[in-house]
Nanobody, 127 residues
Framework: QVQLVESGGGSVRAGGSLRLSCVAS????????MGWFRQAPGKEREGVAC????????YYADSVKGRFTISQDNAKNTVYLQMNSLEPEDTAMYYC????????????????????WGQGTQVTVSS
């Protein structure tokens, strides 16, 4: 089982930046996907971005494409989400998740496929 802990959330003004981190511990399969999700009160959970083993395959939601970047540092067992040009609509609780996959897919796995989740980190963007 993989344990995940997010950090880096906070309150920023519109146009600002934040970098979220997700540190993994416990057994990690050699082939996997790491994803970032977010959920605001009264809204459905939304997939933000995901990355597959090796870091060469990434996908982004249209709402964040061009503004957010997902990356990983295997030496630190950490996945990052760099968020630039933040907007009030980005306000949400952000979660990271992991799932074992045999190979990279042509898109992010759906949320229900991820079986390890972090506790979340709050991001608040004011206008």
């Amino acid at each position: 089982q993989v344990q995940l802990v997010e950090s880096g959330g906070g309150s920023v003004r519109a146009g600002g930046s934040l970098r979220l981190s997700c540190v993994a511990s416990g057994y990690m399969h050699s082939s996997y996907s790491m994803g970032w999700f977010r959920q605001a009160p009264g809204k459905e959970r939304e997939g933000v971005a995901c990355i597959y083993t090796g870091g060469s395959t990434t996908y982004y939601a249209d709402s964040v494409k061009g503004r957010f970047t997902i990356s990983q540092d295997n030496a630190k067992n950490t996945v990052y989400l760099q968020m630039n040009s933040l907007e009030p609509e980005d306000t949400a609780m952000y979660y990271c998740a992991s799932v074992r996959v045999p190979w990279a897919w042509s898109s992010c796995p759906p949320a229900e496929k991820y079986n390890s989740w972090g506790q979340g980190t709050q991001v608040t963007v004011s206008s």
